[in-house]
């Protein structure tokens, strides 16, 4: 077996190995297009660590046919850069990841431009920040930007099975990996590719017999599987207790199972029912809790553990003693329901599209009143279809300073469509 590690063996050789990212690298996608065309331009990759932004720089150098360099803005030196600058002038076009281009100095970006302007260097950076804020605009000018995604649990299972499959890349040899030991695996990374390359590289090569148990697995990851079971039912459960804590506005108990799932390291799950809790539980009560959720939330995924925990932390408080409606949610649900019930009801004419030739003719948007023109941009007309033009969905718990401004202002509009009836 070669002495390379893993995930450096299974770096895809060409576009159609891309593991993920099928927004970007998929049939039809951008980066594909741009390859299969033939029209490559520099850009740069950001996204969460392990996520594939090396992966997809080398996967286009191989399914071009072009030579691949590595930079480091943090560790190497300039030096490096007029080395991989004199390759380009030989091979004519390269292609150069410069990872961490965050950090690139001034003097290395003097350097990089005109190489770009003529063409030599293909340059595709990579970051785990946000380059619209963290990448100088000499450089972000020049490029496009495309943000990669967290890979989901079935891209991690596609290619841990790929390793164990590939004897050639993966494995020279057979391996038995447990099911309990693959579903702690894929859940506990974050999304991280290198990470389950590593984890797996290690719980296998140090087994004796190549038979990975769960255990094995643990003392890889250095985690406990507490948040995990064969059937993923242990895990559920605590999502649903973490959900029913916080609406419960118990703070104590919801960061005792915030606990348990970070322990289990499922940042993506955890992360994921937070922002539902949020507007379903916390909803109009307290909307700035939601715009806190998600920033934090966003920043946590970039950063991973352990570091995350203390974002999720500040959220997980502040949700828990937010004040309480459910609201917003009902309403909707109240909403479908009527759907169900009814089906596609017709549209009021006055509300329907009155902007193409001969829509007067066919009585679209006739006497529609613009509420803009009128005292408090507001003029009571029908808005629902007759069938159900008197349901009401939106029934507000008056929890919370914004939302029971909502309920001051819906009562104004009811009692003028009263005046007005």
Known sequence: MATENLARRMRPRSIDEVIGQQHLVGPGKIIRRMVETKLLSSMILYGPPGTGKTSIASAIAGTMGLTFRNFNATSDAKKKLQEIAEEAKVFGTLILLLDEIHRLTKPLQDFLLPLLENGEIILIGATTENPYFSVVPAIRSRVQIFEVKSLTVEDL??????????????????????????????????????????????????????????????????????????????????LSALQKSIRGSDVNAALHYAARLIEGGDLMSLARRLIVIAYEDIGLANPES??????????????????????????????????????????????????????????????????????????????????????????NQQYLPDKIKSAEYFTPDGMGKYERALMERKRWIENNKKKSN
Request: charge should be negative; hydrophobic fraction near 40%; avoid cysteine.
């Open 157 to 238: 299972t596609e290619a841990i099975k790929l390793a164990l499959s590939d004897h050639e890349r993966g494995f020279n040899f057979e391996v038995e990996l447990d099911d309990e030991a693959f579903t702690f695996l894929v859940h506990s990374t974050n999304g991280d590719l290198r990470s389950v390359f590593n984890s797996l590289e290690l719980a296998i090569l140090s087994s004796s017999d190549h038979h990975v148990t769960l255990d094995d697995m643990e003392n890889s990851l250095q985690k406990k599987a507490a948040t995990f079971d064969k059937d993923g039912d242990a895990h559920y459960d605590l």
């Open 290 to 379: 939601q715009i806190h959720a998600v920033i934090a939330l966003e920043a946590a995924e970039r950063v991973g553990f352990p570091e995350a925990r203390i974002l999720v932390s500040n959220v997980i408080i502040d949700l828990a003693l937010s004040p309480k409606s459910n609201a917003a949610y009902a309403a909707m649900e109240s909403a479908i329901e009527d759907l169900h019930k009814h089906g596609d009801l017709a549209i009021p004419p006055h509300l329907q599209d009155g902007h193409y030739s001969g829509a007067k003719k066919l009585g679209r948007s006739i006497g529609y009143k613009y509420p803009h023109s009128f005292p408090e941009h507001w003029i």
